[in-house]
């Protein structure tokens, strides 16, 4: 075995050998890239060949490859173009991957290096999210380079001390680096109980698998609106959001919501950009940065928190998605007599009757809204929120439609934002035929279940709310 080896090594096919086989690490986690460049290592110091620093180079080289080859997958297909990326584990890995590169890409991208599967998900996911590859390619090509003089330093070392066994300077040193990772492995589990985290809750948490608004969660099946323009479907957990891609902004979003269930959770989660749709068809940062506007929440963080801890934490932080994002003037988002009010009202309803309902939200889109930054920021909002309450023939349909006005917060001159210190801005409960007739949406049957009976003329029975106790439900 020691001759065999030594000639393995010396040979012209060692390196190439090597190359593929980190190459091939790259897509399928069971090629055992790892042990190949300790052995390598080993070999380069118990044989003399092939020379270390080319073991390390070629490994570097590989690994670069791989992993830039990997995020050209990702930015080509996405992260749900087959079977596989939808498995429940792969897709809570891929949704795990996504919010840590949005929160550190650098050390995200070093760490993922030396973890197979982690590997394979954060590289996907940094193209699907279209990453720069003047910012990718640098990172991934040093942390490659870091990796693989990590694995053949292992060997080397291992050889050193244990000379004139080739074969058992391979053997011990694959299995000193299979017994590191596996260190390493219960380091992380360790830390991640210590966080209150079991692994059951590490999948759930990072992406139970995202089904989207369910038409069938109250006692009467209430399908999704249908707006008139074109729209991307984009299913999260528990809740859907209709994205209007030429506005940038979701034309409608779906949320159910269980007032039996619901979970107070403290305020976690981080805002990232959705990668199955491009960067350029949703709001992203740089539309709120330095300026007075926020992010609004059209499915508000706490809507879909119910249930156990850990799918309650799961949800609401599927809520902090740029898709799910509005642009609204500090004032109005987070105004507890209208806007948030109106969020705390029916939320408070859900949870006092532990009753089901459905909230749909959106913006009301119309071509002279003023221009900001690439985007034109909605002068106006609605919700719907939709129950089943009894009646003398079962169980019917019930809903409420309104409408916010942010007109007199929002100036803007096509670059500059104006937010006065001083404004008005309005919360009306219309009838949902309005709201229909404002948006193009197709309401369907909740036009029909509306608490208020339809208006003669569009605003003829809007009813200005001055406070919660005005609302009608």
Not at 132 to 153: D, H, N, T
Not at 224 to 250: G, I, K, N, W
Not at 306 to 322: H, I, L, M, P, S
Not at 343 to 361: K, P
Request: proline fraction near 6%; glycine fraction near 8%; charged fraction near 20%.
């Amino acid at each position: 075995m020691d001759d065999a080896l030594i000639a393995l090594a010396g040979s012209a096919a060692a390196l190439p050998v090597l190359f593929a086989l980190v190459l091939a690490d790259a897509f399928l986690v069971v090629v055992p890239g790892e042990a190949a460049v300790t052995a390598f290592g080993a070999l380069a110091v118990a044989s003399g060949a092939p020379p270390l620093v080319g073991v390390v180079g070629i490994a570097a080289a590989a690994a670069f490859c791989g992993d830039a080859a990997c995020y050209l997958i990702g930015r080509t297909v996405g992260l749900d173009r087959w079977r596989w990326m939808r498995h429940p584990r792969v897709s809570a890995t891929l949704v795990w991957a996504a919010r840590r590169l949005d929160q550190r890409a650098a050390s995200v991208l070093f760490t993922a290096r030396f973890i197979p599967f982690a590997r394979l998900a954060v590289n996907l996911t940094a193209g699907a999210a279209r990453m720069p590859a003047v910012r990718y390619l640098p990172l991934v090509a040093a942390a490659g380079l870091v990796w693989a003089l990590y694995q053949s330093v292992i060997g080397a070392a291992v050889a050193h001390v244990l000379p004139g066994s080739p074969l058992a300077a391979v053997v011990v040193a694959v299995a000193l680096a299979l017994g590191i990772g596996f260190g390493v492995d219960l380091l992380i589990a360790s830390r991640a109980r210590r966080r209150g985290w079991q692994a059951e809750d590490m999948v759930t948490a990072a992406s139970a698998r995202p089904d989207g608004y369910d038409d069938a969660f109250l006692d009467v099946r209430v399908p999704l609106p249908a707006p008139a323009a074109p729209v991307t479907l984009l299913p999260y957990l528990r809740f859907s959001v209709l994205l209007d891609t030429e506005r940038r902004l979701a034309a409608l979003t779906a949320v159910n919501i269980d007032g039996g269930t619901l979970r107070d959770l403290p305020r976690t989660g981080e805002w990232r950009l959705d990668p199955r749709v491009t960067a350029s068809q949703q709001t992203g940062p740089a539309v709120y940065a330095d300026n007075d506007l926020d992010r609004g929440h059209l499915v508000r963080r706490r809507d879909p928190g119910w249930g156990t801890v850990a799918q309650a934490r799961a949800a609401t932080e599927a809520t902090f998605v740029y898709t799910n994002a509005a642009p609204q003037a500090s004032a109005f988002n987070q105004s507890k007599e209208l806007w948030v009010g109106l969020e705390d009202h029916v939320l408070q309803y859900a949870d006092a009757t532990d009753q089901r309902i459905s909230v749909f939200t959106g913006a009301v889109f119309r071509d002279d809204d003023p221009p900001y930054r690439g985007i034109r920021i909605p002068r106006r909002f609605w919700k719907v929120a939709a129950w089943a309450e009894s009646g003398a023939d079962g169980r019917a349909l019930a809903a409420a439609g309104f409408v916010l006005d942010q007109s007199t917060l929002i100036e803007t001159d096509g670059s500059a934002l104006a937010i006065p210190r001083l404004g008005a801005f309005r919360t009306f409960q219309v009838p949902i035929a309005d709201v229909g007739e404002l948006t193009g949406i197709d309401f369907g049957a909740l036009t029909g279940a509306d608490v208020l009976p339809p208006g003669q003329t569009l605003g003829h029975r809007w009813s200005e709310l001055d406070s919660a106790a005005d609302i009608r439900l």
